[in-house]
């Protein structure tokens, strides 16, 4: 949410809207998606990937915008550098304050990863539809649920692959309770009703804690530096804003 800088308008935006929620992708979207590509070298898969991670990400935050939506609050979407943004639009004022109820945010949060669960589903119902086979992939510690299709599906077997693993590890990835991770929302609106005062500081020191846990346990188990850093990143950046403000 509006922890990210909200990129300005360029002329290479791609600008379009889904179901009267407007969204916006600015060019250096793409780069992060052809990053995550060109870990392969092949054309076809880094196209895919692409194709992935824009309709992945796109459906994370239409779950974010519908649910603004369904408490009346107008919202749009930005596709960018980090990742996405739903960005609630309150009198003209972009990110403004929204008047929403801390249940009502809960909701909003929670509605990004699961619209992607809903995603991956959907996909592996479609999957076993045309013949394929149910199975449970176990990654670290995370049991991810996926389908493989007959052998003659090749390629489509491949993008399947692609969408349920991003949609469910990814979905579960921001559910933990890291700031500014949709889950270190939740905890923030839930530590700040069972207690006022207390409950901000609360969900930045859990953010701390679990962050620096994460990186140590992306490190160990899943042998990844990009989880290491970013989580270590994150920890760091909840420390530093309890320095900042308490
Ligand atoms: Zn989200």
Do not use: C, K
């Amino acid at each position: 949410m509006p922890l990210f800088q909200i990129p300005q308008p360029t002329r290479f935006d791609l600008n379009f809207s889904v179901a009267g929620i407007r969204v916006r992708v600015h060019p250096l979207f793409w780069v992060i998606a052809i990053l995550f590509g060109s870990a392969s070298l092949n054309p076809l898969s880094i196209l895919m990937w692409i194709f992935v991670i824009f309709i992945s990400i796109l459906i994370h935050e239409l779950g974010h915008a519908f649910a603004f939506r369904r408490f009346g609050q107008d919202s749009y979407v930005v596709l960018h550098l980090m990742g996405g943004l739903a960005v609630p639009v309150s009198n003209g004022y972009d990110g403004g304050y929204t008047g929403l109820t801390p249940n009502q945010n809960i909701f909003i949060s929670l509605a990004g990863p699961f619209a992607g669960f809903l995603l991956a589903v959907v996909i592996i119902l479609a999957g076993v539809g045309i013949g394929g086979q149910l199975v449970i992939n176990v990654l670290g510690i995370i049991p991810i649920p996926n389908v493989v299709l007959p052998y003659e599906f090749g390629t489509l077997n491949r993008l399947f692959d692609m969408f349920v693993f991003v949609n469910f590890f990814w979905g579960v990835i921001n559910l933990l309770p890291v700031f500014p991770l949709d889950g270190g929302n939740v905890a923030r609106y839930t530590l700040i009703q069972t207690d006022p005062i207390n409950g901000l500081r609360n969900s930045l020191w859990l953010s701390v804690i679990v962050g620096a846990l994460i990186a140590i346990a992306g490190y160990v188990f899943l042998q990844s530096i990009y989880m290491a850093f970013l989580f270590g990143y994150l920890a760091f950046q909840s420390y530093q804003a309890l320095q900042y403000r308490f």
